[in-house]
């Protein structure tokens, strides 16, 4: 009896534990995102953008927010509305060069779920046109 206390106990620990550490948005990255973004999101030149400045610089502004969540990799993905959000504010924090800044606004699921249906129309012209916006050169692609 005390054995089994004991064991159930851990698990909830471990179950606390995990959804602090982000467990499921890790693994969400890890099974519908890293075959293309790699596991550290740095992308594939020329093919795979990185996420690792563009993320958190697009975040800060209302058309990047709107390009996050409509890229087709986010929109179209089997993920929840509140999966996709967790899983972006995951990437935010553990895959970018760029410190989240105190004033982040986290993604939340109303806001996936307001932004994604509607598709992206001229991808690499927005994608550009951000860049320009948040002061950066664009990197490959
Ligand atoms: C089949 C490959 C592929 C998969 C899988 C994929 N992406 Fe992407 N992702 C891309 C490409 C290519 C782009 C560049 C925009 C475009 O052409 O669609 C992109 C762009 C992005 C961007 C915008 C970053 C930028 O700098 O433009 C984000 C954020 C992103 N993806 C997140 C995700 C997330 C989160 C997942 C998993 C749920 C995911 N992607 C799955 C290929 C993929």
């Given at each position: ?96 060069d760029v410190k989240v800044p105190a004033n982040y606004v986290d993604y939340s699921e109303a806001e996936v779920h307001g932004l994604r249906d509607r598709p992206l129309a001229q991808v690499k012209a927005i994608r ?14």
């Amino acid at each position: 009896m005390r054995i089994l206390f004991r064991v159930t106990a851990t698990m909830l620990a471990l179950a606390g534990a995990s959804a602090a550490w982000g467990y499921e948005p890790a693994v969400n990255y890890q099974i519908r995102c890293m075959g293309c973004h790699l596991a550290d999101g740095s992308g594939t030149p020329g093919r795979i953008p990185s996420v690792r400045r563009s993320l958190v610089l697009f975040s800060a502004v209302p058309e990047g927010r709107d390009y996050v969540v409509r890229v087709p990799g986010v929109a179209q993905s089997p993920l929840s509305d509140a999966d996709t959000a967790a899983l972006l504010n995951w990437m935010a924090r553990n895959l970018s060069d760029v410190k989240v800044p105190a004033n982040y606004v986290d993604y939340s699921e109303a806001e996936v779920h307001g932004l994604r249906d509607r598709p992206l129309a001229q991808v690499k012209a927005i994608r550009a046109r951000l860049w320009k916006s948040v002061g950066g050169a664009a990197p490959t692609p």
